[in-house]
């Protein structure tokens, strides 16, 4: 009677059908020798004994007696592995290059053998990211672009053999990437610049059009589709798991996914979504598959349906497999500052999923059927709360949020990819897609995927659990507990599967990179989901933002520029045009002068550690560069233009006819410069004349000067090949140029009110190249101003807010950059404005600053209360201004019971209280915090608004009707406008669903005013056209679509803030992408648009 059966697989080239497997004792005796099929996989019975080994024979049928003479001839392939000691009755094994590769490091330190071998065939960070994984197995499921079997054993023939080959290794380790197929270095793939054929520049015109493109994860273009791709499977078994969850609450619960169960087959499951998800659902459900009595019948749907199941599994892995291989560019740098905080922390929680993980896999593959004794094992082991996969869980989600107080994981990376000013170290100071996004993107995906896998096993094992079934007829028993682990502890859990609203928790986190993208440069992708620029990001130039210069920045230096130029005749007038950048933004650039491309430098600028090598700076700095290609031939003479010119004539003309080289006066005037009028310029022996750019050395240049003048002059026009001695020429080496632009803000704030001392609305715009904070006071004759406010501290104004504190304006303001607050009060009588400056003492508690703001006064004891989001933890703080004293009190922490924080609110004031409603930061989803106005305490409301399940949000805008609550919220998948409103007497809310509309695009903002005659007026723009559009309730009746508000308004607004006055007339403020103002006003004539009122801008 034999109590272990080993099941496995071996690897088979393409054209092999079968091969044999032989399992060997301590004395090398044969004990069993069985046959691989068509599909690699094999089974035997044998007892557990110490020392037994696995031989496998790929595409060889042997005989017992074959067995040992093939292991002697060195021209057999074959792969071998130890079979663990082990007390279970069931395991799976894999033989490959890999587990030969393992077997020889066993013999120096078996200890070690997993981590060497894993390290050497996927990367160090391997061993971080896939520490439950064995190495065999991993080479089992790897792509080919990571690990080929095909490369591994084309280098073994060449070694001797596979044990030859994996011994060598042992003793001269291969380069981690030796063994893709058609591999390529991670140096020439990061710096890759050759643009796709016929792909054209597509900019789409909503500046959120990422945010709401349904199918984000499709119009990826990143170095690499594999993060798009990865995510896109993996939320159809997100959808799965939904499906699972969801199906608990039916009163028969298990009833459509128990028949398509029967019904389902292999080709319908690539019939469509539907499917897809039951697909997922069913493979939820493997547990039950893999007993045995399932294979008892010969012709069972249920073994097409494992069979899927089995991929599906196994495409998760794949997927880990590939981001790992991704990260690895990055990792060296990462684990310098996470290795201690975070990610040692997680890697026992993930070595814990994993190796439940590829046991699962394993029975997915099954050929004999598990027996329920062992499935009952690993559910329990699965199920353990004290070091199974539901404690792991629990732990990766509390380090990855940051319960607790700790760093969560974005703020880290952020933390980690992004500096100010730093040197030779790990932050960068030019952040772009190619070194902060896509690492950032990466590395949150791949921990949603380690945490989609954990919650699959354990639905797995809490539905087995309740009741696995006896017959194949017996739907399956659904188990409260499966669904309950999928809403709290799956990324972006809840009611239904949300995968892609992950985006909004690092959004939030990183808005100092994204935030500065936008504004000036026009309708351009503002969402970390999806990247900026996403379909330019493998062009010649990628977008940075430069940290140190506050610019945008396109460009690339390159070796040969004719990766840049393509073979064009350029001059300074059209150096901007051949960055490989859409027509659309080239017009809003420039070359940097000399004082801007220092400011670029930053420190790096006559820092004694690079000394003058400033092209190295900008290369660790994040900039792109093909040195990875030329290795120490790009470090030689690296130049680049500037915006500013010198003219060469004979008396201050370049003279060169003592220190040139035999040949070279030849070859300068056969292929002599252009200059900045697309003049080809020959030489005048001995003097080169004409106008040319000031091209500045980023080399050799320890004394930092920028004004070059001798030297190379324009980049090489010519074909290097049908001309290589134009490349002899130094004149024609300029290696580069940056394209700069302003980098203004993305928020866009319009903060508005109603001073009923004058019946005039106000308006505050942050505008010019200083931000300088300008009000504008709008009555029904017209609109004054601007008022400079007085500011004596500079900073890039974000969220603000404005209120009426008697007779004077509070204008409170946060800094985009920084997060701090600062506070400005204007004497409406006298007007005159007075610089507060940062509220005292708020850095001091809360060091990492703030990115929202809104305040409101209290008359009955003459306070300002003033509420604020962190702008590192989301969070929400308080604190409230004596108006009598101008004394402030101190930072106080709301009460909150949703610790992943909070993406945008609003206050409203009624009778009793001052009430905020909150929009999660991960769930989209309404929170109250509410301030009782008798006892001056905040109070925890909750999730109280009655939201369907499904329903999430993206934007909300607050106030009342005679005290009753009216909120308005913008859904975040169909961008229609919601309401739920508020019972004064009780507190309740009510959902009373959509808005009527007739914009099927939907929208984006949205604002709420109440006029003169209590009517409710409701404003939004456009989510295609950035139009507003007006919805309003005449007091007492049923709502009116009013539709588009035309009056002759053009343009695209980001913004929009609506104030009445007591005379009947609405002020609709608005804002667009380049912070200018206008004003479209409503009076009893109907709606007139007065145009643009921003005088700065």
């Given at each position: 009677?034999?109590?272990?059966?080993?099941?496995?697989?071996?690897?088979?080239?393409?054209?092999?059908?079968?091969?044999?497997?032989?399992?060997?004792?301590?004395?090398?005796?044969?004990?069993?020798?069985?046959?691989?099929?068509?599909?690699?996989?094999?089974?035997?019975?044998?007892?557990?004994?110490?020392?037994?080994?696995?031989?496998?024979?790929?595409?060889?049928?042997?005989?017992?007696?074959?067995?040992?003479?093939?292991?002697?001839?060195?021209?057999?392939?074959?792969?071998?592995?130890?079979?663990?000691?082990?007390?279970?009755?069931?395991?799976?094994?894999?033989?490959?290059?890999?587990?030969?590769?393992?077997?020889?490091?066993?013999?120096?330190?078996?200890?070690?053998?997993?981590?060497?071998?894993?390290?050497?065939?996927?990367?160090?960070?391997?061993?971080?990211?896939?520490?439950?994984?064995?190495?065999?197995?991993?080479?089992?499921?790897?792509?080919?672009?990571?690990?080929?079997?095909?490369?591994?054993?084309?280098?073994?023939?060449?070694?001797?053999?596979?044990?030859?080959?994996?011994?060598?290794?042992?003793?001269?380790?291969?380069?981690?990437?030796?063994?893709?197929?058609?591999?390529?270095?991670?140096?020439?793939?990061?710096?890759?610049?050759?643009?796709?054929?016929?792909?054209?520049?597509?900019?789409?015109?909503?500046?959120?059009?990422?945010?709401?493109?349904?199918?984000?994860?499709?119009?990826?273009?990143?170095?690499?589709?594999?993060?798009?791709?990865?995510?896109?499977?993996?939320?159809?078994?997100?959808?799965?798991?939904?499906?699972?969850?969801?199906?608990?609450?039916?009163?028969?619960?298990?009833?459509?996914?128990?028949?398509?169960?029967?019904?389902?087959?292999?080709?319908?499951?690539?019939?469509?979504?539907?499917?897809?998800?039951?697909?997922?659902?069913?493979?939820?459900?493997?547990?039950?598959?893999?007993?045995?009595?399932?294979?008892?019948?010969?012709?069972?749907?249920?073994?097409?349906?494992?069979?899927?199941?089995?991929?599906?599994?196994?495409?998760?892995?794949?997927?880990?497999?590939?981001?790992?291989?991704?990260?690895?560019?990055?990792?060296?740098?990462?684990?310098?500052?996470?290795?201690?905080?975070?990610?040692?922390?997680?890697?026992?929680?993930?070595?814990?999923?994993?190796?439940?993980?590829?046991?699962?896999?394993?029975?997915?593959?099954?050929?004999?059927?598990?027996?329920?004794?062992?499935?009952?094992?690993?559910?329990?082991?699965?199920?353990?709360?004290?070091?199974?996969?539901?404690?792991?869980?629990?732990?990766?989600?509390?380090?990855?949020?940051?319960?607790?107080?700790?760093?969560?994981?974005?703020?880290?990376?952020?933390?980690?990819?992004?500096?100010?000013?730093?040197?030779?170290?790990?932050?960068?100071?030019?952040?772009?897609?190619?070194?902060?996004?896509?690492?950032?993107?990466?590395?949150?995906?791949?921990?949603?995927?380690?945490?989609?896998?954990?919650?699959?096993?354990?639905?797995?094992?809490?539905?087995?659990?309740?009741?696995?079934?006896?017959?194949?007829?017996?739907?399956?028993?659904?188990?409260?507990?499966?669904?309950?682990?999928?809403?709290?502890?799956?990324?972006?859990?809840?009611?239904?599967?949300?995968?892609?609203?992950?985006?909004?928790?690092?959004?939030?986190?990183?808005?100092?990179?994204?935030?500065?993208?936008?504004?000036?440069?026009?309708?351009?992708?503002?969402?970390?989901?999806?990247?900026?620029?996403?379909?330019?990001?493998?062009?010649?130039?990628?977008?940075?933002?430069?940290?140190?210069?506050?610019?945008?920045?396109?460009?690339?230096?390159?070796?040969?520029?004719?990766?840049?130029?393509?073979?064009?005749?350029?001059?300074?007038?059209?150096?901007?045009?051949?960055?490989?950048?859409?027509?659309?933004?080239?017009?809003?650039?420039?070359?940097?002068?000399?004082?801007?491309?220092?400011?670029?430098?930053?420190?790096?600028?006559?820092?004694?550690?690079?000394?003058?090598?400033?092209?190295?700076?900008?290369?660790?700095?994040?900039?792109s560069n093909d040195s990875g290609d030329y290795n120490s031939a790009f470090?030689?003479?690296?130049?680049?233009?500037?915006?500013?010119?010198?003219?060469?004539?004979?008396?201050?003309?370049?003279?060169?006819?003592?220190?040139?080289?035999?040949?070279?006066?030849?070859?300068?005037?056969?292929?002599?410069?252009?200059?900045?009028?697309?003049?080809?310029?020959?030489?005048?022996?001995?003097?080169?004349?004409?106008?040319?750019?000031?091209?500045?050395?980023?080399?050799?240049?320890?004394?930092?000067?920028?004004?070059?003048?001798?030297?190379?002059?324009?980049?090489?026009?010519?074909?290097?090949?049908?001309?290589?001695?134009?490349?002899?020429?130094?004149?024609?080496?300029?290696?580069?140029?940056?394209?700069?632009?302003?980098?203004?803000?993305?928020?866009?704030?319009?903060?508005?009110?109603?001073?009923?001392?004058?019946?005039?609305?106000?308006?505050?715009?942050?505008?010019?190249?200083?931000?300088?904070?300008?009000?504008?006071?709008?009555?029904?004759?017209?609109?004054?101003?601007?008022?400079?406010?007085?500011?004596?501290?500079?900073?890039?104004?974000?969220?603000?807010?404005?209120?009426?504190?008697?007779?004077?304006?509070?204008?409170?303001?946060?800094?985009?950059?920084?997060?701090?607050?600062?506070?400005?009060?204007?004497?409406?009588?006298?007007?005159?404005?007075?610089?507060?400056?940062?509220?005292?003492?708020?850095?001091?508690?809360?060091?990492?600053?703030?990115?929202?703001?809104?305040?409101?006064?209290?008359?009955?004891?003459?306070?300002?209360?003033?509420?604020?989001?962190?702008?590192?933890?989301?969070?929400?703080?308080?604190?409230?201004?004596?108006?009598?004293?101008?004394?402030?009190?101190?930072?106080?922490?709301?009460?909150?019971?949703?610790?992943?924080?909070?993406?945008?609110?609003?206050?409203?004031?009624?009778?009793?209280?001052?009430?905020?409603?909150?929009?999660?930061?991960?769930?989209?989803?309404?929170?109250?915090?509410?301030?009782?106005?008798?006892?001056?305490?905040?109070?925890?409301?909750?999730?109280?608004?009655?939201?369907?399940?499904?329903?999430?949000?993206?934007?909300?805008?607050?106030?009342?009707?005679?005290?009753?609550?009216?909120?308005?919220?913008?859904?975040?998948?169909?961008?229609?406008?919601?309401?739920?409103?508020?019972?004064?007497?009780?507190?309740?809310?009510?959902?009373?669903?959509?808005?009527?509309?007739?914009?099927?695009?939907?929208?984006?903002?949205?604002?709420?005013?109440?006029?003169?005659?209590?009517?409710?007026?409701?404003?939004?723009?456009?989510?295609?056209?950035?139009?507003?559009?007006?919805?309003?309730?005449?007091?007492g009746s049923s709502w009116t679509w009013g539709g588009q508000i035309s009056?002759?308004?053009?343009?695209?607004?980001?913004?929009?803030?609506?104030?009445?006055?007591?005379?009947?007339?609405?002020?609709?403020?608005?804002?667009?992408?380049?912070?200018?103002?206008?004003?479209?006003?409503?009076?009893?004539?109907?709606?007139?648009?007065?145009?643009?009122?921003?005088?700065?801008?």
């Amino acid at each position: 009677m034999f109590n272990l059966t080993l099941e496995g697989h071996l690897q088979l080239a393409g054209n092999e059908t079968n091969g044999t497997v032989a399992l060997l004792d301590q004395g090398n005796a044969i004990l069993a020798v069985t046959t691989a099929d068509a599909n690699g996989r094999f089974s035997l019975e044998t007892n557990t004994a110490p020392g037994l080994k696995l031989y496998g024979f790929p595409g060889q049928d042997l005989t017992d007696a074959q067995i040992t003479p093939a292991l002697s001839q060195s021209s057999t392939v074959y792969y071998e592995t130890a079979v663990p000691s082990t007390t279970a009755t069931h395991i799976t094994l894999y033989l490959n290059g890999a587990s030969s590769l393992v077997a020889a490091f066993k013999k120096n330190n078996p200890a070690t053998a997993q981590p060497q071998a894993k390290a050497m065939l996927f990367g160090d960070s391997a061993n971080i990211l896939l520490p439950g994984y064995s190495t065999e197995f991993l080479a089992h499921l790897a792509p080919e672009k990571i690990y080929s079997h095909d490369t591994f054993l084309e280098k073994a023939g060449a070694a001797g053999g596979v044990s030859a080959f994996a011994s060598q290794l042992t003793q001269h380790p291969a380069p981690s990437g030796s063994f893709a197929a058609a591999a390529v270095s991670p140096a020439t793939r990061a710096s890759s610049v050759t643009a796709k054929p016929g792909t054209d520049y597509n900019i789409p015109s909503s500046a959120r059009w990422a945010n709401n493109y349904g199918n984000w994860s499709q119009v990826l273009e990143l170095n690499t589709h594999d993060c798009a791709d990865s995510m896109l499977k993996l939320s159809q078994v997100s959808d799965g798991l939904a499906a699972s969850a969801a199906a608990g609450s039916g009163d028969d619960p298990a009833s459509e996914v128990a028949q398509a169960l029967i019904k389902l087959t292999l080709a319908a499951l690539s019939a469509g979504s539907q499917e897809q998800k039951i697909a997922g659902a069913v493979g939820t459900q493997v547990f039950g598959l893999v007993q045995g009595w399932v294979f008892g019948q010969t012709a069972n749907p249920v073994v097409t349906m494992l069979k899927s199941i089995s991929n599906q599994l196994n495409e998760v892995i794949s997927s880990q497999i590939t981001i790992c291989n991704d990260l690895n560019l990055i990792m060296q740098e990462v684990k310098v500052v996470l290795e201690n905080t975070i990610l040692v922390a997680l890697t026992s929680a993930i070595s814990t999923i994993q190796s439940n993980a590829e046991q699962v896999a394993g029975y997915a593959g099954t050929k004999k059927g598990i027996s329920a004794t062992e499935l009952s094992s690993i559910s329990a082991a699965i199920l353990d709360t004290n070091d199974g996969v539901n404690y792991a869980l629990t732990q990766i989600h509390n380090l990855i949020m940051g319960v607790g107080g700790s760093t969560s994981l974005p703020s880290a990376l952020f933390q980690c990819l992004s500096g100010t000013g730093t040197i030779n170290g790990l932050n960068r100071n030019f952040l772009s897609n190619e070194n902060f996004f896509i690492p950032f993107q990466t590395m949150f995906h791949y921990y949603v995927n380690i945490q989609t896998q954990g919650v699959q096993m354990v639905m797995q094992a809490q539905n087995y659990t309740a009741g696995a079934p006896t017959t194949i007829t017996t739907p399956f028993s659904w188990s409260q507990n499966a669904s309950d682990k999928y809403s709290k502890w799956l990324i972006g859990g809840g009611s239904g599967a949300k995968m892609v609203q992950q985006r909004d928790t690092y959004r939030a986190l990183v808005a100092p990179y994204y935030n500065n993208f936008l504004g000036y440069m026009g309708a351009l992708p503002d969402d970390m989901g999806t990247g900026l620029l996403p379909q330019t990001s493998e062009k010649a130039a990628p977008v940075f933002y430069s940290i140190e210069s506050k610019l945008l920045v396109f460009g690339f230096i390159s070796y040969q520029m004719r990766q840049w130029t393509s073979g064009k005749i350029i001059s300074r007038n059209d150096q901007i045009a051949y960055l490989g950048i859409p027509d659309v933004i080239a017009p809003q650039l420039r070359l940097p002068s000399k004082q801007e491309m220092q400011n670029l430098l930053g420190q790096g600028f006559t820092s004694s550690y690079y000394n003058g090598n400033y092209a190295q700076y900008l290369s660790d700095q994040g900039f792109s560069n093909d040195s990875g290609d030329y290795n120490s031939a790009f470090w030689n003479n690296v130049m680049v233009w500037t915006a500013d010119t010198f003219v060469c004539d004979e008396k201050y003309g370049m003279y060169h006819v003592g220190n040139i080289t035999p040949g070279f006066w030849e070859y300068c005037n056969v292929y002599p410069p252009y200059d900045i009028n697309y003049q080809s310029t020959p030489i005048d022996n001995p003097w080169l004349l004409g106008t040319f750019p000031v091209a500045v050395s980023l080399q050799g240049n320890s004394s930092g000067s920028f004004s070059t003048y001798s030297g190379p002059y324009s980049s090489n026009p010519h074909d290097p090949q049908n001309h290589p001695n134009a490349w002899q020429c130094f004149y024609n080496w300029v290696y580069g140029a940056f394209g700069v632009a302003d980098a203004k803000p993305l928020e866009i704030n319009l903060s508005a009110i109603y001073d009923a001392s004058g019946n005039s609305a106000i308006v505050m715009s942050a505008e010019g190249d200083d931000y300088f904070p300008y009000l504008y006071t709008a009555t029904s004759s017209g609109v004054s101003g601007p008022d400079k406010l007085t500011r004596s501290e500079a900073f890039i104004v974000g969220h603000s807010a404005l209120v009426l504190t008697g007779a004077s304006l509070s204008i409170l303001f946060t800094d985009q950059i920084q997060g701090g607050v600062y506070t400005i009060t204007k004497d409406l009588q006298t007007g005159v404005s007075t610089w507060n400056g940062n509220i005292p003492g708020i850095y001091t508690q809360h060091k990492n600053g703030f990115r929202l703001i809104e305040s409101v006064f209290e008359n009955n004891n003459s306070h300002q209360h003033v509420v604020l989001i962190g702008k590192d933890d989301n969070q929400p703080y308080h604190i409230h201004q004596n108006m009598q004293d101008s004394n402030w009190g101190n930072l106080e922490a709301l009460p909150n019971q949703h610790p992943a924080g909070y993406s945008d609110f609003k206050l409203t004031k009624t009778d009793s209280s001052i009430l905020g409603v909150f929009l999660g930061t991960d769930d989209g989803q309404p929170y109250g915090i509410s301030m009782n106005r008798t006892n001056i305490t905040w109070g925890w409301n909750g999730n109280v608004f009655n939201i369907p399940s499904g329903k999430s949000f993206s934007a909300l805008a607050l106030t009342n009707v005679n005290n009753n609550g009216q909120l308005v919220l913008i859904g975040n998948n169909d961008h229609l406008p919601y309401l739920v409103t508020q019972d004064a007497s009780t507190g309740a809310w009510t959902w009373q669903g959509e808005l009527t509309n007739q914009h099927s695009a939907g929208f984006r903002h949205v604002t709420t005013v109440i006029d003169s005659n209590n009517n409710f007026h409701v404003f939004l723009t456009g989510l295609d056209d950035g139009m507003p559009y007006h919805i309003y309730q005449n007091a007492g009746s049923s709502w009116t679509w009013g539709g588009q508000i035309s009056a002759g308004i053009t343009g695209k607004y980001e913004n929009i803030k609506a104030v009445a006055d007591n005379s009947g007339n609405i002020y609709l403020f608005m804002s667009t992408a380049a912070n200018a103002a206008y004003l479209a006003m409503y009076s009893q004539a109907g709606w007139s648009f007065n145009g643009r009122i921003s005088a700065v801008n």
